[in-house]
Every structure is written in C-alpha cells, then in structure tokens.
C-alpha cells in the first residue's frame, strides 16, 4: 500500500501527534502521521463537532481577510500560527481581492516550514515570506516582520485558532498587546479561539493535552473579548465563527460552535 505520510525531515518529530499535522488531518489533508490520524481520531470520538470548529474556522478566515483586503483596504497581513498549506491561504484570499498585498507568515513548526513553498507564491505585484518564530517572542516576530512589511502602515494582525497554544492567558494577551504596539494606528487583529463553554470539548481537550501533544488552552469567552479591548471591534462584534458575516445559508442552519472570533481596528 502506498504510504500516504509526508516525507520525514530529522527535524520532525512524528513521535508525539502535533497540532498543525491533526489540523490538517480534520481538514482533510494528506500532510500527517499515524500518530497525528490516531490522536485526531481518538478526539472526534469524545468530540465531532471538532471538525465543525476546524471548518468554521477556516471559513472565518476567508471571509474576514476578503473583509481586510477589501472594506477595510489593508494590504499587509502577519499570519502568525498559520499552520499547514491548505485550500484558500491568507496570501491566495488577499490577494484575489488586492493582487498588490504583502503577507508574512509565523508559525514554529518544522513540517510548516517544510512545506512553506506552497505558501510562497504571489501575485507578481505583492509579495508573501515566511519566518518560522516562536509566539512567545514577539519582539524577534516584528524585528523580523519588519524585513516584509512597511511596520509604518497598517498591517491586519492574525491569529487564527493559534492562541490557546499559548499556556497562560496572561501571556497569550501579552502577546496579542506587544504586537499591536508595535504595528501603525489603522492595524487591524482578527482571531479565532476555542472558549470553554462546552462540557465535552473540554473533556475531548483534556485528553488530547494528556497524549503528549502541545496543549490547547480553552477560553473563557469574556478572555477571546478581552484581546479586542482598545479596538474598534467591526460588527457584528465577537461573536461565534458560523455568525461572522456569514454569506450563505446552510440548510437548517450552520453547525454551531463555541469558538470565538472578530475582528478590530487600532485607533
Ligand atoms: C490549530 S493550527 C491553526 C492553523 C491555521 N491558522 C488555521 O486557522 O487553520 C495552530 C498553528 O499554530 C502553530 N503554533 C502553535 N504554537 C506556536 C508558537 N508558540 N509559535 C508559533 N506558531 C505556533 C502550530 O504549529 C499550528 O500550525
């Protein structure tokens, strides 16, 4: 049988399940290992409607950049925890909308970086790079961002479904302030996040975090508000993924999440 796992780097680690490899798993991708399909498995058994929470998530992720890059009119981006490549990259819906805007992607693991080309391809009149970074330093991410993008005008910062990563919410909201600081008035942040409203995504949570894997910090949603304090936050406010200026209607509704996402304006 052919095996279906990405090629091994001697810098990937396929002995613990990761993060990025079980989302693209949920997604439908092809770029993980046993161990990510088992630990991924073994949480839709606890939890389905993960993969609801993994596609609402990306559907608010196309529909707010398409929001940035055409109401809003910001032409660069910093895509911090971007994960795999996957349909619809924050650069392919940027720039379908503003062929001239400039993307730099984080994230800090190896199989991402790996796999970077795919996400490195631009319109001849912008431009995408990535830098592999830790969150944890977001001083070295704008130091390094800055080698892409013009620090002095407005760059919408993202953060999509990546904070939780961050073990302390004190931290994570440490690093939502550092780098908007560092950005011109007229940035933007847009993110997602897991709250802990839901009694079996906790528990789906909990096992996961007890595999090994890099653990995911659930929420309380008044914390996913507290990250837009200071912003103007866009309507319709931070509300459910599945509510975010959704633009069709699924029969019998949308499958409902408790992620929380929005999107707000620096001053
Ligand atoms: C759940 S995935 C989300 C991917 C994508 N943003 C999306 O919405 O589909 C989280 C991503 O954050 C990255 N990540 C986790 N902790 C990080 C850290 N401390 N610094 C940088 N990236 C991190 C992981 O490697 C992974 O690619």
């Not at 992720?61 to 490549?85: H, I, K, N």
């Not at 653990?215 to 008044?222: A, F, G, S």
């Amino acid at each position: 049988m052919a095996d279906e796992s990405p090629k091994r780097s001697p810098l990937i680690d396929t002995s613990v399940p990761h993060s990025a490899r079980i989302w693209n798993y949920w997604l439908g991708g092809k770029d993980n290992y046993p161990v990510d399909r088992e630990a991924g498995d073994q949480y839709l058994r606890v939890y389905p409607g993960i993969v609801n929470i993994a596609r609402n998530g990306r559907q608010f992720l196309r529909r707010s950049v398409r929001y940035l890059a055409g109401e809003a009119g910001v032409r660069q981006f910093l895509d911090c925890g971007t994960g795999l490549p996957t349909a619809d990259n924050t650069h392919e819906v940027a720039q379908r909308v503003a062929p001239d805007s400039h993307i730099v992607y984080v994230d800090h693991d190896p199989l991402v970086l790996e796999q970077a080309k795919d996400l490195l391809t631009s319109t001849p009149e912008g431009a995408t790079s990535y830098i592999q970074a830790d969150l944890n330093d977001p001083a070295e991410i704008l130091g390094l961002a800055s080698g892409g993008l013009d620090l002095d005008r407005p760059v919408a910062l993202l953060f999509m479904g990546v904070l939780g990563h961050v073990d302390r919410y004190e931290d994570a909201l440490s690093i939502v302030r550092t780098l908007m600081a560092g950005l011109a008035p007229g940035s933007y942040l847009a993110l997602y996040d897991s709250t802990d409203a839901d009694a079996a995504l906790n528990q789906a949570q909990q096992e996961y975090d007890d595999t090994g894997a890099v653990p995911y910090r659930l929420r309380k949603p008044e914390q996913i508000k507290a990250y837009f304090d200071g912003l103007d936050v866009a309507e319709p406010g931070v509300v459910a993924c599945e509510d975010w200026r959704p633009e069709t209607q699924t029969p019998g509704g949308s499958p409902r999440t408790s992620t929380l996402c929005g999107v707000g304006r620096k001053p």
